[in-house]
T-cell receptor
Framework: NAGVMQNPRHLVRRRGQEARLRCSPM?????VYWYRQLPEEGLKFMVY????????ESGMPKERFSAEFPKEGPSILRIQQVVRGDSAAYFC???????????FGPGTRLTVT | AQSVTQLGSHVSVSEGALVLLRCNYS??????LFWYVQYPNQGLQLLLK??????LVKGINGFEAEFKKSETSFHLTKPSAHMSDAAEYFC????????????FGTGTRLQVTL
């Protein structure tokens, strides 16, 4: 059973470009969570999605950030018009049911130049 | 609302010595508590978790933690450190039950010396 997959592992974008981060949950998991880790900090919750629904987006910045988890395909975290402050590691986690243990992917390290 | 405080951003121990990483939490509801380990440039791996029941929880790689409600603590221990334990350790809390999002501490970097 493959673990949580994230791609790309490393992403470099210039200021003003768009970044798309993908997360494929573990097989059988329909709940996906996105977290952001800034340098030298812990992980901060961003958004929790179930297939086709956003359940909790209380940690998402109000502008430029969006997330989706379509019926088919991976979950996507999209950052429009990136700025240097968006440089961070973005981790995705999945679980089979709400409240269950979360399994983390290896992360996507976004660098904005 | 939940919060986590990890005392000591860096801890250094000798190989074979006791490892003690401190975690205190705040939660308005009965918490679920977790310890995760992160190796450089990797994702997080769950070491152990407390949900309900026995307050002493055993995890992987010889680690254990004890939930102490009166002290709002969930400290992580290992009797004898190994070089391979060098990593970043994160304590996290969730609201339990159907609550889902994890609130993490800022992490403790464990260094193991010869």
């Amino acid at each position: 059973n493959a673990g949580v997959m994230q791609n790309p592992r490393h992403l470099v974008r210039r200021r003003g470009q768009e970044a798309r981060l993908r997360c494929s949950p573990m097989k059988g998991h329909s709940h996906v969570y996105w977290y952001r880790q800034l340098p030298e900090e812990g992980l901060k919750f961003m958004v929790y999605l179930q297939k086709e629904n956003i359940i909790d987006e209380s940690g998402m910045p109000k502008e430029r950030f969006s997330a989706e988890f379509p019926k088919e395909g991976p979950s996507i975290l999209r950052i429009q018009q990136v700025v240097r402050g968006d440089s961070a590691a973005y981790f995705c986690a999945s679980s089979p049911r709400q409240g269950d243990e979360q399994y983390f992917g290896p992360g996507t390290r976004l660098t904005v130049t | 609302a939940q919060s986590v405080t990890q005392l000591g951003s860096h801890v250094s121990v000798s190989e074979g010595a006791l490892v003690l990483l401190r975690c205190n939490y705040s939660s308005s509801v009965p918490p679920y508590l977790f310890w995760y380990v992160q190796y450089p440039n990797q994702g997080l791996q769950l070491l152990l978790k407390y949900t309900t029941g026995a307050t002493l929880v055993k995890g992987i790689n010889g680690f254990e933690a004890e939930f102490k409600k009166s002290e709002t603590s969930f400290h992580l221990t290992k009797p004898s450190a190994h070089m391979s334990d060098a990593a970043e350790y994160f304590c996290a809390v969730s609201g339990g039950g159907t609550a889902s999002k994890l609130t993490f501490g800022t992490g403790t970097r464990l260094q193991v010396t010869l």
